[in-house]
């Protein structure tokens, strides 16, 4: 145990500078162009995609005028405005004028209506309504990277509140087949009028040769006199997100790749790569280096370019790794909620490759 201790001390406190995930990125990609789509991106990428930040070109798309504008300020401060091309279209999975559904909170807007009898008393009504319609034009993604001259998309992120399915189709057959990574919300309950399922949504994704590597839970808890807490507080008296009373499971994030076999199948260095950076993104070291080592043996890779690529791997990995002790963990409020009155705290906890708040995991 305590050569356990010490070995651990000893790796988060190495030696030698820590860099940014962008150095391990471009150094796989080697030159590469990698692209990316934000689809919904209203407050800029989520947190776990900072790694491609600085090395991959996005298309962040965000149709409420509000949120485009502050979008739009948000990349122009940072870093790589350069590297960012933030676009006020709505999509939609046939394009032309559909029902716009603009929801009391911003976030919750959606060209599907939401579903108040799902909705229920598992979320509160002041998020969706007043719900107000409009028409708005739509676009299909295909047609938006046709008209920039983008024949290929490596990943996306969608989270559009129920449409997800219908964007994506919309996507069109060849970008879709030549995906590499895909992130999608999926609700459980039809909160949305006409969503599509998981079921739908595998099959997409099957039929075009990727498959489900990892999926991540959000939960929320049945309201009582309009509270979230309201079971907790006033019948059970514990804390709001006790681990004795259950949550209901609402919606979930749902991530695809292009497994090793079939990205190896198109004898690509290019697209080896942008997978390898793809895999390390999401943690997936393990399968990074395996299919490093299989592109060195199809002979896709020199030595000498596998040996720098599996080096790379590698030192991200252990610079991350030394890393995890500066992610926040609410230490205090969890010692402070320790000793509340029969209040037993949940800190966030590690979900693979971010943190998220109990109960969802």
């Given at each position: 145990m305590k050569r356990l201790v010490v070995d651990a001390l000893r790796r988060l406190s190495g030696k030698g500078p820590r860099r940014p995930?962008?150095?391990?990125?471009?150094?796989i990609l080697g030159g590469s162009r990698m692209v990316g789509a934000d689809v919904g991106g209203a407050f800029g990428l989520p947190g776990h995609w900072g790694v491609f930040d600085g090395s991959v070109f996005f298309y962040t798309f965000e149709p409420h005028p509000s949120s485009l504008a502050r979008l739009k300020a948000h990349f122009a401060a940072g870093p790589h405005p350069e590297l960012y091309c933030v676009l006020g279209d709505a999509l939609s999975g046939t394009g032309g004028p559909r029902t716009f559904y603009r929801t009391n909170e911003p976030t919750g807007s959606s060209i599907l209506a939401p579903n108040k009898t799902v909705i229920g008393d598992y979320a509160a009504d002041s998020y969706f309504f007043p719900?107000?319609?409009?028409?708005?034009?739509?676009?299909r993604l295909q047609n938006v990277l046709d008209e920039r001259g983008e024949p290929v998309l490596d990943?996306?992120?969608?989270?559009?509140?129920?449409?997800?399915?219908?964007?994506?189709r919309g996507l069109g057959d060849d970008r879709l087949n030549s995906l590499l990574l895909a992130e999608v919300e999926v609700g459980l309950h039809g909160a949305y009028v006409g969503q599509g399922g998981f079921g739908e949504i595998d099959a997409l994704f099957r039929d075009h040769g990727l498959e489900c590597y990892d999926v991540r839970v959000a939960r929320t808890y049945l309201r009582r006199n309009g509270r979230i807490d309201g079971y907790q507080r006033e019948v059970f008296d514990v804390f709001s997100?006790?681990?004795?009373?259950?949550?209901?499971?609402?919606?979930?994030?749902?991530?695809?790749?292009r497994p090793i076999n079939k990205v190896l199948a198109r004898r690509d260095p290019a697209t080896v790569r942008k997978s390898i950076v793809a895999?390390?993104?999401y943690h997936y070291f393990a399968e990074a280096y395996e299919l490093t080592d299989q592109a060195e043996r199809l002979g896709?890779?020199?030595?000498?370019?596998?040996?720098?690529?599996?080096?790379?791997?590698v030192a991200w990995h252990r610079d991350l790794s030394r890393r995890f002790y500066d992610a926040p963990r609410p230490f205090f409020e969890a010692v402070r909620r320790f000793f509340a009155r029969r209040h037993w705290g949940q800190s966030s906890r590690w979900s693979q490759y971010l943190w998220t708040d109990y109960p969802n995991s």
């Open positions: 995930p962008s150095h391990y990125v471009q150094a719900c107000a319609e409009s028409t708005i034009e739509t676009r990943l996306i992120k969608l989270d559009i509140q129920g449409a997800e399915l219908e964007v994506l997100n006790s681990p004795t009373i259950a949550a209901r499971a609402w919606e979930f994030d749902v991530v695809y790749f895999f390390c993104g896709i890779f020199s030595a000498a370019e596998a040996q720098q690529i599996r080096a790379t791997i």
